[in-house]
């Protein structure tokens, strides 16, 4: 089947611009997280997204960054005025139901790169 | 808080040769223990995961991992690697009543022929 898909895979922009990446979950998982991963490093946590609760949004980095996602399909983190601390690529993962003991399931990643 | 540990950032090894990634992790509750594989250019693939029951746990690809409790530690082998193993390798944690993975810093496996 199916798995967790991101676009667009590569993302150039310039200082200040906004961005918007995009994430497909899996069908029928009603958990989804986003990472961001800086080269040479591990997964930072972002937000996570659990069916209609209010999403934990305790890793995002800065006020420049927020994330939606309309019931349990498509979601979408955004960046606003971009730094050049901000490239690295975002991953972005689903599990069924958002339990510890659940694997997360990941996508390819978006490469952002802020000139 | 949890933290997870990964003591080498790059494992060199020769083909057929066997391999073991070092991961020890702190927290104050119960967790759960995985690992996950990143190929270039790719998202993260589940290798195999510590929930319960044997300490002693397999996974993908012959690898396996062992949780030492009272080491903290849940060290990742291979006993013989191939060139297709190279990768990088993440350690994870999540405590069990939570929701969230903390990473490793990740360890880089270069096989060598």
């Known amino acids: 089947g199916a798995g967790v898909s991101q676009s667009p895979s590569n993302k150039v922009t310039e200082k200040g611009k906004d961005v918007e990446l995009r994430c497909d979950p899996i069908s029928g998982h009603t958990a989804l997280y986003w990472y961001r991963q800086r080269l040479g490093q591990g997964l930072e946590f972002l937000i996570y997204f659990q069916g209609n609760s209010a999403p934990d949004k305790s890793g995002l980095p800065s006020d420049r960054f927020s994330a939606e996602r309309t019931g349990e399909s498509v979601s979408t983190l955004t960046i606003q005025r971009t730094q050049q601390e901000d490239s690295a690529v975002y991953l972005c993962?689903?599990?069924?139901?958002?339990?510890?003991?659940?694997?997360?399931?990941f996508g390819d990643g978006t490469r952002l790169s802020i000139l | 808080a949890q933290s997870v540990t990964q003591l080498d950032s790059q494992v060199p090894v020769f083909e057929e040769a066997p391999v073991e990634l070092r991961c020890n992790y702190s927290s104050s509750v119960s967790v759960y223990l995985f690992w996950y594989v990143q190929y270039p250019n790719q998202g993260l693939q589940l290798l195999l995961k510590y929930l319960s029951g044997s300490t002693l746990v397999k996974g993908i690809n012959g690898f396996e991992a062992e949780f030492n409790k009272s080491q903290t530690s849940f060290h990742l082998r291979k006993p013989s690697v191939h060139i297709s193993d190279t990768a990088e390798y993440f350690c994870a944690v999540s405590e069990a009543a939570g929701n969230k993975l903390t990473f490793g810093g990740g360890t880089r496996v270069l096989v060598k022929p």
């Open positions: 993962a689903s599990s069924l139901e958002g339990y510890s003991n659940q694997p997360q399931h």
